[in-house]
């Protein structure tokens, strides 16, 4: 493979504390060297990155790719080439699909599909239970023996704080987290936004952010009990922050996420009963949305993930109520964090690149999120500074569910490169 | 043609403004003598085709809406969710274009999904006049409300009124908040904190935890109908304790420092959120509250179909 040579960018990566002008150069799938003045190997390709952020590739822990079952919204091939489009080189696919991810084949089959995409890599998430029941566990080592990196019953709760336990117990064996999404389902059912001024004045019933907390304080006395990895999946409210804050301070294995819409948008987007507002958990109010802002910043909160929910038009263009939850954000992800978190000051390109690629990296024990020498090429080239006009229809997903249609957001992909080789390149270069 | 009173729907009393909410009003008031009257029928909506789309069982609604359009000469259909192609799983905005194929005018809609009328509306060219959608407005209950209201106390504001009852699922209870606080009215609400929604006092209505409380304050109480599905929902234990703690009865009011104007959306259970005696006492005003609704609904659909009040006021006799 020919090496590539990205010459004069402004490299930023977390791992080695630098933010600053220079070369990177990659080689049979790894990082050679960074620093200034790199010479020009024989028969390099040469990426002039001058003006442009260069960081290690993105990496989302949570992302929906819908295959199988649901290729009509999204193929692990269509996800992974809106992942790069995105500056993600990385992403784990949540196990809800039809049918689940629940068993070694099954693990292959994603694992197999993300190679043969050769795009972003793709990291099977397997099911914490046996058919998401809830029930009994599926096979965490064969899952992992077959490429899982996580378990997760996303889409649901693991409910049953017994299972809950026995999973964090069992996961570390194998060294893998177990990813929930919290929210207490007695108290959420036939929840359709949040419960606050907004769903009162729209008659939707609403799910209260305690259904969310008490789940998550659930999980973290569980975290306590086993001492294992529990990783909170999409956190969106002020009582969540503060009880991992308190959890982190005791040292636990509490590790979380939160995703672009709720460091971004609020209840309010509800309005109109605009169907690409509703997800779960919901939008939360104005409070919620800086909490979250701030524990981003200050590393509460570990990592920005997606949570990247394609859907079909038709499904989306219904009753309020009848519309499934989630919106697509890989394609979009950086370019709000940019605007939300960097450009107001809250964290620095630094941090971001920690939220967005060596936190996961590093949390999940996934290669990459770093530029040093020796790890995978996995890189990201992006204009922090050009503006764009979001056009769902030229997204590379399959699916167009979002809520930022037509708004000119800051930040923009001009390379990604997986293992040394370009496998995103903005139109016109 | 006058469209500026109202715009293309009536999605909900929310986004309209006091003085559109009088116009319809006074619109109202010509349209009451027109039922009173031998042959009960104007030429207004000649023409004119109105389909009723009801995804939910209605009695009142849909009769009060058909009486209305037929007293304006209007062409009506009824479309019934049961043995329609709605329950074949035709999407609603499918079973809108279909409808609007065929060339109608207006679509008054019942649905259980709240926004389904505004949905509609955005994606049809017909008006859309709401009937009810889910938990969140019922105009014409709203604006039939505030008519009795006029009849009664002429001026609403500073007027006292009180809703009783499940709040939290109750679209008459939000078109009458926006109705009455728009009018000037002030409005408390009263039930069992479980059947009041989150926040509800940030819309500028006083809470009542006590029925006896909201009696000491109310010029008029307005009482919502308690769905049977609510114990088995756990939002109260049963009906006879409901009864007991937040009915109206006629021992509650007698304790009251003035008479209390009764009113009731309908459908009634008797004995449990209203006592017969109270329902059939001489302050309520319950039937006339029917009686306006085929005014209202007249006015509604008259002035959506770019009718002015001015023209409306000669009894509509002059096409």
Redesign the interface.
């Known amino acids: 493979m020919k090496p590539v040579l990205i010459r004069g960018g402004r490299i930023v990566d977390p791992t080695q504390k630098l933010d600053g002008v220079g070369d990177v150069l990659l080689q049979d799938g790894k990082v050679v060297a960074t620093g200034q003045g790199i010479g020009r190997p024989d028969g390099a390709t040469v990426l002039d990155a001058t003006g442009l952020i260069v960081a290690p590739g993105l990496i989302d822990v949570h992302v929906h790719l819908r295959e199988p079952g649901h290729e009509d919204r999204e193929t692990i091939a269509t996800g992974a080439a809106s992942a790069v489009a995105g500056g993600f080189t990385g992403v784990c696919a949540m196990p809800n699909t039809d049918p689940v991810i629940d068993n070694q084949g099954a693990v292959g089959f994603v694992k197999a599909k993300g190679e043969a995409a050769g795009l972003a890599r793709v990291y099977p998430i397997g099911c914490v239970s046996v058919g998401q029941r809830g029930e009994q566990l599926a096979e965490f080592g064969e899952m992992v023996g077959a490429g899982a990196v996580a378990v997760s019953d996303d889409g649901h709760p693991v409910m049953s704080s017994h299972l809950m336990r026995t999973a964090l117990e069992y996961a570390q064996t194998f060294g893998i987290p177990v990813a929930d999404h919290c929210e207490d389902m007695p108290l959420a059912h036939g929840g359709q936004m949040h419960?606050?001024?907004v769903?009162?004045?729209?008659?939707?019933?609403?799910i209260?952010s305690a259904a969310e907390e008490i789940h998550v304080a659930r999980d973290i006395i569980l975290a306590e009990l086993t001492g294992g990895h529990v990783h909170l999946c999409h956190m969106s409210t002020r009582g969540s922050v503060e009880l991992i804050r308190r959890a982190k301070e005791k040292g636990l294995r509490v590790t979380a996420e939160s995703a672009p819409h709720h460091f971004t948008l609020t209840h309010d987007r509800c309005e109109?009963?605009d169907t690409n507002a509703k997800m779960n958990p919901p939008l939360r109010e104005a409070e919620d949305r800086q909490a979250i802002r701030q524990a981003l910043a200050d590393g509460t909160l570990d990592c920005i993930a997606t949570d990247h929910a394609p859907h079909h038009y038709?499904a989306k263009?219904?009753?309020?109520?009848?519309a499934p939850n989630g919106i697509i954000g890989l394609e979009t992800a950086l370019s709000l964090a940019l605007r939300e978190l960097v450009a107001p000051g809250l964290l620095s390109l630094l941090t971001l690149i920690e939220r967005m690629s060596a936190a996961p990296a590093r949390l999940w024990h996934l290669p990459g999120g770093s530029l040093r020498p020796g790890t995978v090429a996995d890189v990201v080239v992006f204009d922090p500074a050009v503006t764009w006009t979001v056009n769902p229809a030229a997204f590379r997903s399959k699916s167009r569910n979002t809520p930022w249609g037509g708004e000119v957001l800051p930040g923009r992909v001009r390379w990604t490169l997986v293992d040394g080789r370009v496998v995103y390149q903005a139109a016109g270069q | 043609m006058s469209t500026a009173i109202l715009g293309k729907d009536l999605v909900g009393l929310e986004p309209l403004s006091g003085d559109q909410i009088r116009a319809i009003l006074d619109t109202a008031e010509p349209f009451k003598e027109v039922s009173e009257r031998q042959i009960k029928k104007v030429p207004a909506l000649r023409g004119k085709t109105i389909v009723n789309l009801f995804y939910e069982a209605s009695t009142r609604t849909r009769i009060s809406f058909e009486f209305a359009e037929k007293r304006l000469s209007a062409d009506t259909v009824n479309v019934q969710a049961a043995g329609s192609s709605i329950s074949k799983g035709e999407t609603l905005v499918d079973t809108a274009r279909n409808l609007e194929a065929m060339r109608i005018d207006m679509v008054v809609i019942r649905h259980g999904a709240s926004g389904a009328a505004q949905f509609l509306g955005a994606r049809i060219q017909s008006n859309v006049i709401n009937a009810g959608d889910g938990k969140h407005e019922h105009p014409t209950q709203g604006l039939l409300d505030l008519l009795t209201l006029r009849d009664h106390f002429t001026n609403l504001a500073g007027l006292k009124v009180c809703i009783v009852g499940d709040v939290l699922h109750s679209r008459v209870a939000r078109s009458n908040i926006w109705g009455l606080t728009k009018l000037g009215a002030q409005v408390a609400v009263c039930g069992p904190a479980t059947l009041l929604p989150r926040d509800i006092a940030e819309l500028g209505v006083t809470v009542f935890r006590h029925v006896a409380e909201a009696i000491q304050w109310a010029d008029a109480l307005n009482v919502l109908r308690l769905q049977l599905e609510r114990m088995t929902a756990g939002f109260i234990p049963s009906l006879r304790e409901y009864n007991r703690v937040f009915g109206v009865t006629n021992e509650r009011l007698a304790r009251a420092p003035k008479d209390i104007l009764i009113m009731h959306p309908g459908p009634m259970n008797r004995g449990v959120e209203i006592d017969s005696d109270v329902a059939d006492g001489p302050h309520s005003v319950i039937l006339p509250q029917v009686t306006n609704g085929v005014a209202v609904r007249m006015a509604v659909l008259y002035l959506l179909a770019g009718g002015s009040p001015d023209w409306a006021a000669g009894g509509g006799d002059t096409a």
């Open positions: 419960e606050g001024l769903s009162t004045r729209l008659g939707l019933k609403g209260p109109g009963y038709d263009e219904r009753e309020f109520d009848d």
